[in-house]
């Protein structure tokens, strides 16, 4: 298995580079899909930051989740900053249906 890679904010890829995660900060001008694209074809499991997943498109970053192979997770940012729950989670954690998380 390839080294995971991490594409998101500077505070959470200074953690996960503490974990051997191979780890990119993008600016705010640059591409987010040609981006995403590179590093999916060159790691086995990609984590990203909230943030970075929103400036996706949805189609692009629901296929790849779905995919399955490489493997692609979005992660909460270290200051908690950015939220990416759907809004049906969102809304059930709100009126206390189920156990949604």
């Known amino acids: 298995?390839?080294?995971p890679h991490y594409i998101g904010d500077a505070d959470t890829a200074a953690a996960l580079r503490l974990a051997g995660v191979q780890v990119y900060v993008p600016?705010?001008?640059e591409d987010a899909e040609a981006l995403f694209q590179r590093r999916l074809a060159e790691t086995d499991f990609l984590l990203?930051?909230?943030a970075f997943a929103q400036r996706l498109p949805p189609q692009t970053l629901k296929a790849a989740l779905q995919a399955g192979?490489?493997?692609v997770a979005v992660?909460?940012?270290v200051l908690g900053a950015?939220?990416?729950i759907g809004e049906s989670v969102r809304l059930r954690r709100e009126l206390g249906w189920g156990?949604?998380?």
Do not use: K, R
Request: hydrophobic share 35%; charged share 25%; glycine share 10%.
């Open 69 to 71: 192979q490489p493997l």
């Open 27 to 29: 600016g705010e001008d």
């Open 48 to 50: 990203l930051g909230t």
């Open 82 to 84: 950015e939220d990416f």
């Open 75 to 77: 992660i909460p940012d």
């Open 99 to 101: 156990s949604a998380t």
């Open 1 to 3: 298995m390839s080294v």
